[in-house]
């Protein structure tokens, strides 16, 4: 049974980075053919895949988000991060790494708010 | 950003069904038979409930289904129970280089 885990500070001041990372367990993220990933969710509103990374290709990105978004991958601790650069209050959210299996999401995290504020 | 539109809300009683639509456009829904479809209850992590349009993961009740026709998914619930209730939300594959669009969610109450 795949679990994924989520941590990182819970509150970010306004055009710093943000900087979360999920640790997988039960499982290799160096698994052949898999997808790991990013989804938020701002408080009352609908998720927004944030993007994804495959374990051996290019990382794939929100188009909104593309210039301040990186994901990447820790095979060496079975971890992957996500940084998102010069944050505003409309970054926050509560974040959920997710692992993206044909187009939908089998696994999810239980997810960590992170609120952007001074 | 552009969504699948979904209503904000549906509602039955216990033992009824809800059908719950998700529409989208050539792009999306009716482009792929890339729909997924998400129970969410407050303050808890979404849950995979049907892939692939129609395919239910191991563990999902049978009174879940999807469908689809043309650029419309559709989700049903029969035999509502009160531990339905909870937020839903589809999520489609798309053109382009966003991978994926999702819906704007709908509200299942269970009267």
């Known amino acids: 049974q795949l679990h994924l885990q989520e941590s990182g500070p819970g509150l970010v001041k306004p055009s710093e980075t943000l900087s979360l990372t999920c640790t997988v367990s039960?499982?290799?993220?160096?698994?052949?053919?898999?997808?790991w990933g990013w989804i938020r969710q701002p408080p009352g509103s609908r998720p927004e895949w944030i993007g994804h990374i495959h374990n051996r290709g290019s990382p794939y990105y929100n188009a909104t988000l593309k210039s301040r978004v990186v994901i990447s991958l820790d095979t060496s601790k079975n971890q992957f991060s996500l940084r998102v650069m010069s944050v505003t209050a409309i970054d926050t959210a509560v974040y959920y790494c997710?692992?993206?299996?044909?187009?939908?999401?089998?696994?999810w995290g239980q997810g960590i708010l992170v609120t952007v504020s001074s | 950003q552009s969504a699948l539109t979904q209503p904000p809300s549906a509602s039955g009683s216990p033992g009824q069904s809800v059908t719950i639509s998700c529409t989208g456009t050539?792009?999306?829904?009716?482009?792929?038979?890339?729909v997924s479809w998400y129970q969410q209850h407050p303050g808890r992590a979404p849950k995979l409930m049907i892939f692939?349009?129609?395919k239910r993961p191991s563990g999902v009740p049978d009174r879940f289904s999807g469908s689809k026709s043309g650029n419309t998914a559709s989700l049903t619930v029969s035999e509502l129970q009160a531990e339905d209730e909870a937020d839903y939300f589809c999520?489609?594959?798309?053109?382009?280089?966003?991978?994926?669009?999702f819906g704007t969610g709908t509200r299942v109450n269970v009267l």
């Open positions: 997710v692992r993206p299996h044909d187009y939908a999401f089998d696994d």
């Open positions: 692939e349009v129609t």
């Open positions: 039960g499982g290799s993220i160096s698994g052949s053919g898999t997808f």
């Open positions: 999520i489609s594959r798309i053109d382009g280089g966003n991978v994926y669009v």
């Open positions: 050539t792009r999306d829904v009716g482009a792929y038979n890339y």
